[in-house]
Structure formats: structure tokens, C-alpha cells
């Protein structure tokens, strides 16, 4: 069964940074790509980030510059590292992959439990 384990959420003020990290456990054969969404009170999700298999990545437009993303293959681990926060950024952040298992015969998309970002202005 796999896992997605979230952590580095926290209380920020503006202009300061924090760093995401999720990790992906239990029968991973494979990791297509993982990232970031966000989702604010009241607002639809949002994807932040997200990096594929062969390197290349992608962010939302409103990143302008301060977020990256990376991922360390061996641990199964995506990074997002924010900077520049503004109050605006303040949301619950959830780490989604797009995995594949048992021996690549199966393809599916994970979701982690979420990681509460609060930037104070």
C-alpha cells in the first residue's frame, strides 16, 4: 500500500521560507511524477508544482520565481522549497504522485494527508 508521508508545514512570517518534504513508501515500483497542490478556505485546489520522471518541471504561474521543486529518486522523496512567502501562499498543501507498483502493471495517483502552510502579514 503506498504511502505519501508530508512534513516541514508551519507558521512563517511574510517574506520568509519553509520547505516541503514528502516521501513515498510501500510497493513502489516506479514514480512518474510527484508535486505539490495547495488548497486555501473557501478556493478550489491548485497545483503548485510538480516534477516528472525524466527531470522536467512545471509551476503555477503565481510561483513567479520563489518555489522549487526537486526530488531525490533514491528516497523517493519530492522537496518543494518556498521562499519569498506572502500571506497570500497561506494554504493546506498536499503532496500528490503519480506511482507505479507492482512491477509497473499497475499506475496509479496518491495523495498525502496534507500540511497546514500559515504565512502572517
Known amino acids: 500500500q503506498v504511502q505519501l508521508v508530508e512534513s516541514g508545514g508551519g507558521l512563517v512570517q511574510s517574506g520568509g521560507s519553509l520547505r516541503l518534504s514528502c516521501a513515498a513508501s510501500?510497493?513502489?515500483?516506479?514514480?512518474?511524477?510527484m508535486g505539490w497542490y495547495r488548497q486555501a478556505p473557501g478556493k478550489e485546489r491548485e497545483r503548485v508544482a510538480i516534477i516528472f520522471s525524466d527531470g522536467s518541471t512545471k509551476y503555477a504561474d503565481f510561483v513567479m520565481g520563489r518555489f522549487a521543486i526537486t526530488i531525490d529518486k533514491f528516497e523517493n522523496t519530492v522537496y518543494l522549497q518556498m521562499n519569498s512567502l506572502e500571506s497570500e501562499d497561506t494554504a493546506v498543501y498536499y503532496c500528490y504522485a503519480d506511482i507505479s507498483i507492482g512491477l509497473g502493471y499497475w499506475r496509479d495517483d496518491y495523495w498525502g494527508q496534507g500540511t497546514q502552510v500559515t504565512v502572517s502579514s
Open positions: 510501500g510497493g513502489v515500483f516506479a514514480i512518474n511524477g
